[in-house]
């Protein structure tokens, strides 16, 4: 089994809707990132929390909030889903301190038409 | 503010052949981390390097190594004996935890492409 599962894998949405991805790790970790990559511009840090309790805003934040449910889970939500949102989430973890090297997971597809 | 530049967006190589892909990044930290990423086509990111910027010698992972040169600030990978399923983007990273504050930055990526 995975180590860290996004779901849905692939979602498609009109403009104006609610949406949440989710995120679930089996792998132990502390700390949960959500980025987004679109083409040509790499990934970049939406949201991260080091523990249930801490939840910090990344690089790009407008539009989202996250929700961390527990140690293992990690949500995203777009409260009103907007076209320039179209894009590939990926859900990540690290473990605490160290070379937070972090571990993906497979990532979601995500159209706002 | 940190960035990190990935100034070939496609590079070739032949099988069994080296190749080396750039990455410089910019920073006033001295306590920073570096990572090489590789993305395959099933889109998954996968860690490939790390490099502490403490760190004087260059990390090595098998087939794959750095060319780390912190006072240039340049962090390149190379691959020896290409093989197929090298074939990927690849992504360098920059971390650093100062202040309180937490940046992961990635560069644009570099896709590689093996030729049989």
């Known amino acids: 089994d995975a180590d860290v599962t996004q779901t849905p894998r692939n979602r498609i949405t009109k403009t104006g809707k609610r949406i949440m991805l989710e995120c679930s790790q089996t792998?132990?970790?502390?700390?949960m990132y959500w980025y987004r990559q679109d083409p040509g511009l790499g990934l970049r840090l939406i949201y991260y929390?080091?523990?249930?309790?801490?939840?910090n805003k990344g690089e790009i934040s407008d539009g989202y909030s996250v929700s961390r449910q527990a140690q293992a889970k990690f949500s995203l939500s777009l409260e009103s889903a907007i076209p320039n949102q179209t894009a590939l989430y990926f859900c990540?973890?690290?473990?605490?301190?160290?070379?937070?090297?972090?571990?993906f997971g497979p990532g979601t597809r995500l159209t706002v038409l | 503010a940190q960035t990190v530049t990935q100034s070939q967006p496609e590079m070739s190589v032949q099988e069994a052949e080296t190749v080396t892909l750039s990455c410089t990044y910019d920073t006033s930290e001295s306590d920073y981390y570096l990572f090489w990423y590789k993305q395959p086509p099933s889109r998954q990111m996968i860690l490939v390097i790390r490099?502490?910027?403490?760190?004087?010698q260059n990390a090595t992972e098998n087939r794959f190594s750095v060319n780390f040169q912190k006072a240039a600030k340049s962090f390149s990978l190379k691959i020896s004996d290409s093989q197929l399923g090298d074939a990927a983007m690849y992504f360098c990273a920059y971390r650093s935890f100062v202040s309180g504050t937490y940046k992961y930055i990635f560069g644009t990526g570099t896709r590689l492409k093996v030729l049989a």
């Open positions: 929390s080091f523990d249930v309790k801490d939840i």
């Open positions: 792998k132990g970790h502390d700390r």
């Open positions: 490099q502490e910027a403490y760190k004087q």
């Open positions: 990540a973890t690290s473990g605490r301190g160290g070379t937070d090297t972090q571990y």
